[in-house]
């Protein structure tokens, strides 16, 4: 596999995170890969093989691009061959005013936008290897596109939220923002379809996984008193939540080394379908 990530450009900073490249070999038969949530929200451009998603037992390939939201548990996805990806990694907070589509909580998304116009010039980048050249042409899309709102509200309440790590209080949140709880949750209703405590918590869980799988022999304890969790089990509970098993259990894979891990993707051991 190979990752690379690229720091987006100041105008760009209130709305993404990064920008990013991956390529993976997955062989002749088709293959599955988890995606575990975290608190960015995705868009994802691929090349190669092409990618698709399981929809009511059956295998159906997704367009180029398409958005991987909020998610509030795994999802599969499968290729096979080569998969080549450029993808745009976005605060929740801002994707949707980015793309000026409607906000939703939908998980996998297709949206239809001019962004899409890209697809055959990222393609032929990629075919010559040419990756810089592909992520700078997604960049000046952004730049060219992008309408600088006066409101800084969302952003500042965002990054009180990220630099806290998902710990923060809503009221301090709203605070740090200059903002009342009110119109702080009315806002973020509206830019992202979800509340702030939503949020938060994904951003507080995606801390939890990224420390089990740096050092899988953490003490569970401390890190539910570290990241303002009742206790233990309230940090277990939370962490099956979103990620379909006990911190100990992704621990314990994470150890043994049969996880492939990028900001991006989690990816469990491929399966084959």
């Not at 009342?180 to 918590?201: I, N, Y």
């Amino acid at each position: 596999m190979q990752h690379l990530e690229f720091e987006p450009p100041e105008e760009l900073r209130n709305s993404i995170q990064c920008f990013w490249y991956d390529k993976r070999e997955f062989g002749e038969v088709e293959s599955g890969f988890e995606v575990i949530p975290d608190g960015y929200a995705e868009i994802i451009f691929h090349f190669g093989s092409g990618c698709s998603i399981s929809n009511n037992g059956s295998i159906e390939p997704l367009p180029s691009p398409f958005m991987i939201g909020l998610l509030n548990q795994p999802v599969n996805f499968y290729s096979k061959n080569s998969l080549e990806i450029i993808g745009i990694r976005c605060f929740p907070w801002s994707i949707f005013d980015l793309l000026e589509l409607p906000s939703g909580k939908d998980g996998v998304r297709i949206f239809e936008h001019s962004i899409a116009q890209l697809q055959p010039i990222l393609a032929q980048y990629i075919q010559d290897d040419r990756v810089d050249e592909a992520v700078a042409q997604v960049e000046q899309y952004f730049l060219n596109t992008l309408q600088i709102s006066n409101d800084t509200t969302l952003s500042k309440a965002g990054n009180a939220m990220r630099e806290a790590k998902g710990t923060m209080p809503v009221n301090q949140i709203a605070t740090e923002a200059h903002s009342t709880v009110r119109t702080l949750e009315r806002k973020f209703k509206q830019s992202s379809g979800h509340t702030v405590k939503d949020v938060s918590g994904l951003i507080r869980f995606e801390q939890v996984r990224n420390q089990l799988w740096i050092n899988p022999e953490s003490n569970l304890a401390a890190l539910a008193v570290e990241l303002g969790y009742t206790d233990q089990a309230h940090l277990s509970r939370e962490f099956k939540r979103y990620s379909g098993m006990t911190p100990s259990v992704f621990a314990r894979n994470a150890k043994k080394g049969k996880r492939i891990i990028s900001s991006d993707f989690i990816t469990f051991k491929q399966t084959k379908i």
